[in-house]
């Protein structure tokens, strides 16, 4: 079974601070994508990493995949209260990526103004 | 189309009672997946079609939960005898094969069974 666990479960921070949040698995992953989910909405896609070792920018935040393809982390430069949701990190559940999407535990991020 | 759609986007049912949910997804997305979220964790995979054909269900459907996606189109879920424990938001995504798992989400149906 491929496990995705995310740490940490919660975090707290003031506006303005950066963080880091970390997806990580016993696994290896084909590809791995992450959302941010708004209380009472649906996930929302924020980008989907492919190659070992690859990093990619979304505005202030910045995604890395593992070099072995079985972690991966997203930081998040200079925080905003809008930046507040829970981000969820997901990959295909078998190693050919056909098969369905498996989600992690998640992490709650609140960022006080 | 502006994305997943879900109707109703809240339930509540009486415990015993049928509910179905239905989804329509982006127009051109030939997959289709239902997840169940519970507060606080991420979505729990249930079910998957690809076209017309549900491909996958997981250990967690059991006989009281159906889904359906005539056509290919649009997908209803079906919870027969609702128990407490189904209370949940119930989402929908959509994707491209040639897309991978990039799977794009409803706003989701909050049930609430009493």
């Known amino acids: 079974t491929q496990l995705l666990e995310q740490s940490p479960q919660f975090l707290s921070i003031q506006e303005g601070e950066n963080l880091t949040v970390y997806c990580n698995s016993s696994s290896v992953f084909s590809s791995l994508q992450w959302y941010r989910q708004e209380p009472g909405e649906g996930p929302v896609l924020l980008v989907t990493?492919?190659?070992?070792?690859e990093v990619k920018k979304l505005k202030r935040l910045t995604f890395q995949f593992g070099d072995a393809r079985k972690d991966s982390s997203l930081h998040i430069t200079a925080a905003q209260p809008g930046d507040t949701g829970l981000y969820l990190c997901a990959g295909p559940r078998d190693q050919t990526g056909a098969n369905n999407l498996f989600f992690g535990t998640g992490t709650r991020l609140t960022v006080i103004p | 189309d502006t994305g997943v759609s879900q109707n109703p986007r809240h339930k509540i049912t009486k415990r015993g009672q049928n509910v179905t949910f239905r989804c329509d997804p982006i127009s051109e997305h030939n997959r289709l997946y239902w997840y169940r979220q519970t507060l606080g964790q991420g979505p729990e995979f249930l079910t998957y079609?690809?076209?017309?054909?549900?491909?996958?269900k997981s250990r967690l459907l059991s006989d009281r939960f159906s889904a359906e996606r005539p056509k290919g189109s649009f997908s209803t879920l079906e919870i027969q005898r609702t128990e407490q424990g189904d209370s949940a938001m119930y989402l929908c995504a959509s994707s491209l094969v040639a897309r991978g798992t990039e799977a794009f989400f409803g706003q989701g149906t909050r049930l609430t069974v009493v």
């Open positions: 990493v492919v190659t070992g070792g």
């Open positions: 079609f690809q076209n017309e054909a549900q491909l996958e």
